[in-house]
């Protein structure tokens, strides 16, 4: 293949004339990245990584975050080196063919079109115990319209509510360092300054450094979603400047965020006192005598899960508009109205949430958990696929268009190479471990159903 049909993946004819709106600011296409990121998985779901690893969490979040950090390298030399801007599960499409496009497109489709339904559910347990009257489906099915309506009135109002829910989370994380700094420098806390809980509890990694290194495989989906900042800067006037400059930028800060964040809880709270399912930001401004900690973390979860499931349903139909554009989704969700945002592909995508509502309501034990499963490794998968991609384009370039490699891989081919490794390594050990091997197979079974989907498309055609 070469660049020409690299860069010219082989849109449907007509396609082209459906064009998403242009008016996501930098500032949205920032805080539409941190939106998909920062969410539950940050405030609730590390207190399982520290039960697990204890103080040195913190190491295990570090290596999933160095390890995103790759991916996002080698997704924003993709951006600037290919004409025009690529969306996220197209760069598996020009890299490696139709077959990876197709693929990349109903993965990452499947992958946050079940993260809108566990953020739904996640926001109404979260109002449940506010407003204890109202069932969770009714909550849940109000949440899921109200963001519906958010995206569906503009791609603008989109990018403002995202950016204002982002804005909150950001806010809240900073002060929470802040405070956290004071007290473990001793200006607020009455015995002065201690660090001594990272090591008095059992030692700085209390069940090994294997564990540490296996509590990797869960801490790098925390961090998924950086990503985002591809899709949603094609919807901006100058997209590969704005990708160029966010994908790393954006990652470096939520690195840092993560980091700093889980440092100061471990030094601040002995790590046995942190209960798995429990928001460890609470536990930590408890500890800090901080007034209403519990009801203020439980607002900003709240927040952040609105934010998620935003972002989540932008997501799943822009990837359905861009699987529909090469004739891998149904032709008529190739279509913008009059405010140029993709609304029957928006739809489309939000009645699969509305339908894992229904089934967690009636099943909760069965067909919500097999979707929640059956996605577990689907990033995994998909940055594979765009690492792979980027090798081969890299190669294309170097030797037929090496003027295009305005921005490059680090410690190119390595840097790439390493990063497969890695995620080859969390592949294998999931799949070695009972308590995850389930994610992984199924998650293998859904990608094996969309590859026979890909099969039976072509023989249509």
């Known amino acids: 293949m070469s660049i020409a049909a690299a860069i010219e993946p082989g849109a449907e004819p007509g396609a082209q004339n459906a064009q998403l709106s242009q008016t996501l600011l930098p500032r949205h296409v920032s805080m539409i990245a941190i939106g998909g990121i920062i969410g539950a998985g940050l405030f609730v779901g590390s207190s399982a990584t520290i039960a697990a690893a204890g103080p040195a969490a913190v190491l295990s979040y570090l290596i999933a975050g160095l390890l995103i950090l790759l991916v996002m390298r080698m997704i924003a030399e993709m951006a600037v080196s290919l004409d025009g801007v690529q969306s996220f599960p197209d760069f598996a499409r020009a890299g490696l063919g139709h077959l990876a496009g197709f693929l990349s497109g109903w993965l990452y489709w499947y992958f946050w079109v079940v993260v809108v339904a566990v953020e739904a559910i996640a926001g109404a347990k979260i109002i449940a115990v506010w407003l204890p009257g109202l069932p969770e489906w009714a909550i849940g099915t109000t949440l899921m319209t109200l963001m519906l309506g958010a995206n569906l009135l503009s791609t603008r109002s989109f990018g403002e509510f995202e950016f204002w829910f982002s804005s909150i989370k950001v806010a809240a994380i900073i002060v929470f360092i802040l405070l956290g700094i004071a007290w473990v420098a001793g200006l607020t806390a009455p015995q002065g300054p201690s660090i001594a809980n990272l090591t008095v ?261």
């Open 201 to 461: 509890h059992g030692g700085f990694a209390p069940h090994g450094w294997s564990v540490v290194l296996a509590a990797v495989s869960s801490t790098i989906f925390a961090l998924c979603g950086a990503e985002i900042a591809t899709i949603a800067a094609a919807e901006s006037p100058d997209p590969a400047k704005v990708i160029s400059r966010m994908t790393i930028s954006v990652t470096v800060r939520i690195v840092i965020f993560y980091v700093l964040s889980m440092l100061l809880i471990v030094t601040i709270v002995p790590w046995q006192n942190i209960v798995p399912g429990h928001s460890p930001f609470a536990t930590t401004l408890a500890a800090m005598a901080i007034p209403g900690g519990e009801t203020i973390m439980s607002a900003v979860v709240l927040v952040a899960v609105l934010s998620c499931l935003n972002s989540g349903l932008y997501v799943t139909s822009r990837a359905l508009f861009g699987l529909a554009r090469y004739g891998d989704a149904p032709r008529w969700l190739v279509h913008v109205n009059a405010r140029k945002v993709p609304a029957r592909a928006i739809i489309a995508a939000s009645l699969f949430g509305y339908g894992a509502l229904a089934a967690n309501w009636l099943s909760p034990g069965t067909v919500f958990s097999f979707l929640v499963n059956s996605s577990g490794v689907t990033m995994i998968l998909l940055y594979l696929l765009v690492a792979a991609a980027q090798l081969r384009l890299r190669s294309r370039f170097e030797r037929e268009a090496p003027a295009r490699l305005k921005l490059k891989m680090w410690f190119h081919p390595y840097g790439s190479l390493l990063a497969m490794a890695a995620m080859l390594a969390v592949l294998l050990f999931m799949a070695l471990q009972p308590d995850l091997a389930s994610q992984f197979w199924l998650s293998l079974l859904v990608a094996a159903g969309f590859a026979v989907g890909f099969v039976l498309r072509m023989r249509r055609t």
